[in-house]
T-cell receptor
Framework: NAGVTQTPKFQVLKTGQSMTLQCAQD?????MYWYRQDPGMGLRLIYY???????DKGEVPNGYNVSRLNKREFSLRLESAAPSQTSVYFC????????????FGPGTRLTVL | AQSVAQPEDQVNVAEGNPLTVKCTYS??????LFWYVQYPNRGLQFLLK??????LVKGSYGFEAEFNKSQTSFHLKKPSALVSDSALYFC????????????FGAGTRLTVKP
């Protein structure tokens, strides 16, 4: 049981390049989330998918798109990367139900030059 | 929207001493409250949560937290700190009315010195 996995672990992009961050979970969770972590700011929610087939904006969605490919997989796409998107990105998942815990992946460290 | 404040960027304690990491929250309704720990270059690991019931919640690695509704606080505590407890700690809150919008504090770096 791998939990939540993310690829790649590290990525360096030039401004304007695009890329997709991949996330998968094997816990049969309904809901999945993408966060970014910046120093001194904690984690901020970018997008989430409450269930397969649905996606919704979080606190900081600008510059990102997401796809809930199936129940297991939830990808985050940067269409035209900007230096302000340099961050550590975390995927998380949760079983539906009030109060249930979110479980996090190991993160992707992205640098945009 | 809900929010979390962790008033201390850094907490230093000696090994064997008790530790407290502070958290206060703001939410329109009743909260779900969580503590996570992050070790260097790792993801967040769940420590404990308050959902309902007993205000004192016990979690992993000997940590506990007390929900105080009147003070809107959820401080993390441990009776005897270990050097291996040194890490970054995050408090998070979720409004029961919106089960998908979890807000995190900025984090508190705990350093336990031998």
């Amino acid at each position: 049981n791998a939990g939540v996995t993310q690829t790649p672990k590290f990525q360096v992009l030039k401004t304007g390049q695009s890329m997709t961050l991949q996330c998968a979970q094997d816990m049969n969770h309904n809901s999945m989330y993408w966060y970014r972590q910046d120093p001194g700011m904690g984690l901020r929610l970018i997008y989430y998918s409450a269930s397969e087939g649905t996606t919704d904006k979080g606190e900081v969605p600008n510059g990102y798109n997401v796809s809930r490919l199936n129940k297991r997989e939830f990808s985050l796409r940067l269409e035209s990367a900007a230096p302000s998107q340099t961050s550590v990105y975390f995927c998380a998942s949760r079983l539906a139900g009030r109060g249930n815990t979110q479980y996090f992946g190991p993160g992707t460290r992205l640098t945009v030059l | 929207a809900q929010s979390v404040a962790q008033p201390e960027d850094q907490v230093n304690v000696a090994e064997g001493n008790p530790l407290t990491v502070k958290c206060t929250y703001s939410v329109s309704g009743n909260p779900y409250l969580f503590w996570y720990v992050q070790y260097p270059n790792r993801g967040l690991q769940f420590l404990l949560k308050y959902i309902t019931g007993d205000n004192l919640v016990k979690g992993s690695y000997g940590f506990e937290a007390e929900f105080n509704k009147s003070q809107t606080s959820f401080h993390l505590k441990k009776p005897s700190a270990l050097v291996s407890d040194s890490a970054l700690y995050f408090c998070a809150v979720r409004d029961r009315g919106n089960n998908n919008d979890m807000r995190f504090g900025a984090g508190t770096r705990l350093t336990v010195k031998p």
